[in-house]
């Protein structure tokens, strides 16, 4: 009896030493397993994962291809997809947008970007492409998350819908449908995409009645 107590007992101490050694890697930044290729953020310490459809994916590339074509040869900033940005590193608030731009008032061209771990940079865009599992409550926390850590301009994308919501402030927004044009105000001067050119190059698939 006195044997299998100790055993339970080294089974839980084991459990236990795992968990603490999530959350370690979790306060850094950092993921338990290096073959797990699942996406993530990490959520005040706790890390939680970002699953993306395969038309969300798809929306979110055609669009930074977009943006990334816009922004050649212009040396004003980088577009990145699905980097992970520390928001907050006091409360360990690290977001991973589906697109995004940092200016070079925020990252210099010609700076070195970290080799491993998070960007520790706020972008002054971030795109977020609606995935089915994705919650009107959790859109709403991410985006007050990032007009409080500093981002200037916010994208909500539809994609069933074929819709976009324009932040430009946590209660500032415009909602684009496909007739519409999307702009890139103050943050992206000279921007300009026609939403029904970008859901036209990604044709959904509708759901049988």
């Not at 084991?14 to 073959?35: H, I, K």
């Not at 819908?161 to 519409?180: E, S």
């Amino acid at each position: 009896m006195a044997t299998a107590v100790a055993e339970r007992g080294e089974e839980r101490s084991a459990s236990a030493a795992v968990t603490l050694s999530e959350e370690a890697l979790a306060e850094r930044g950092e993921v338990a397993g290096q073959d797990d290729e699942r996406l993530y953020e990490i959520e005040y310490g706790r890390r939680v994962e970002k699953p993306m459809s395969a038309l969300s994916s798809a929306l979110a590339s055609e669009l930074g291809h977009r943006l990334a074509y816009f922004l050649f040869g212009q040396r004003v900033g980088r577009v990145v997809a699905e980097a992970v940005f520390i928001l907050n590193a006091e409360r360990n608030l690290r977001r991973r947008p589906d697109v995004a731009f940092v200016s070079t008032q925020r990252w210099p061209l010609d700076k070195p970007i970290p080799a491993q771990g998070d960007w520790p940079v706020v972008p002054d865009l971030a795109v977020e492409v609606l995935s089915p599992g994705d919650t009107a409550e959790k859109l709403a926390q991410k985006v007050n998350e990032y007009f409080r850590s500093g981002v200037r301009l916010v994208w909500v994308v539809l994609p069933m819908i074929r819709q976009v919501y324009v932040y430009t402030g946590p209660t500032a927004v415009r909602i684009l449908t496909k007739q519409d044009e999307l702009d890139g105000g103050d943050v992206l001067p000279g921007f300009r995409l026609q939403l029904a050119e970008l859901f036209a190059a990604v044709p959904v698939e509708r759901p049988a009645e």
